[in-house]
């Protein structure tokens, strides 16, 4: 049940961004959130994108699942285009699912941990009791238990919200998830956990993921290839080791300093 039922071909690109521009405001007030983003992401591979606050990480997310509007260039996602005249309601929920930073975002207080999966299943019928069992095996997925169900988000743990969010995004069988931040606001010992998780998932899922964090460290347990922004625009980009081993940019080179233990450090081999 869990598992994509079509095979993708190795190599196909689940998400291509290309020039892509993002302005908010105008006039005294024009922000250039990002300038001219280009990368591509092969289906079940993962890449970690990295910069300072304000770099403009969660803008480039909000894009992809189409909550910020793209204001030049494109972005192809599952082969479906979409530039500044893009209708994004027609984006398949399946192609991509958001965990956003805060999970309080996407999780009612007054809903159920069991009754978000479930609307996030069936929108327009969502219905706890019919679809329990299903609902209890994606809690156990995440390494909840099924008691967990009925309990409300204030009821959680930082980490088990955030594993609620990781459920909640993947029970629709997402092809590529995008997280953004989602470890940062969690002590360090639960961060590894839920990272450990999501490591996974992924291998068992077969999943695709963009995983965002301004903490360069944290992304290189998770990435393939490494994306690192700066004001908007990409400064380097490559291989995650390659990027530990010999970064090219200065900027990728303070971030790397910025990590405790210096350059080389994980969080766990
Ligand atoms: P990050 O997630 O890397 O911290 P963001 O994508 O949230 O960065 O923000 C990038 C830039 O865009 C920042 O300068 C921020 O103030 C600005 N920004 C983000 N969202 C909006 C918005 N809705 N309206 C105006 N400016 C915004
Ligand atoms: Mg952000």
């Known amino acids: 049940m869990t598992e994509n039922s079509t095979p993708t071909p190795e190599g196909e690109i689940a998400v291509e961004v290309q020039n892509l521009g993002v302005v908010f405001g105008s006039g ?10 280009s990368f591509k992401v092969p289906y079940n591979r993962s890449l970690g994108i990295v910069g300072e606050s304000g770099s403009g990480k969660s803008t480039l997310a909000k894009v992809l699942v189409g909550l910020v509007a793209i204001s030049s260039g494109e972005v192809v ?35 159920t941990a069991g009754e978000a999966l479930a609307e996030a299943l069936d929108p327009l019928h969502s219905n706890v009791r019919r679809r329990r069992d299903e609902i209890a095996s994606w809690f156990e997925q995440v390494e909840l238990s ?17 594993r609620i969010a990781i459920a909640r995004a993947l029970c629709v069988q997402p092809r590529v998830i995008i997280a953004d931040e989602i470890t940062s606001a969690l002590d360090l010992s639960v961060q590894a956990e839920v990272l450990e998780l999501l490591t996974q998932l ?14 360069l460290a944290v992304v290189r347990h998770i990435s393939d290839e490494v994306a690192v ?30 990590v405790p233990g210096g350059p080389g450090f994980r969080i766990r081999d």
Request: charged share 30%; net charge negative.
């Open 202 to 215: 992924r291998k068992e899922l077969d999943l695709t993921v963009l995983f965002i964090s301004h903490d």
């Open 77 to 111: 996602i599952g082969g479906k285009q979409f530039d500044k005249s893009g209708n994004r309601e027609k984006l398949d929920p399946r192609l991509l699912q958001l965990i956003p930073q805060d999970p309080y975002s996407s999780l009612s207080p007054r809903r």
């Open 146 to 162: 099924a008691s967990s169900i009925d309990k409300y988000p204030h009821e959680f743990s930082g980490g088990q919200r955030q």
């Open 28 to 37: 005294a007030n024009r922000t250039e959130a990002l300038r001219s983003v």
């Open 229 to 258: 922004l700066q004001d908007g625009e990409i400064m380097e980009f490559g291989d995650v080791d390659q990027i530990f081993i010999d970064p090219q940019a200065e900027y990728t080179r303070e971030l790397l300093f910025a």
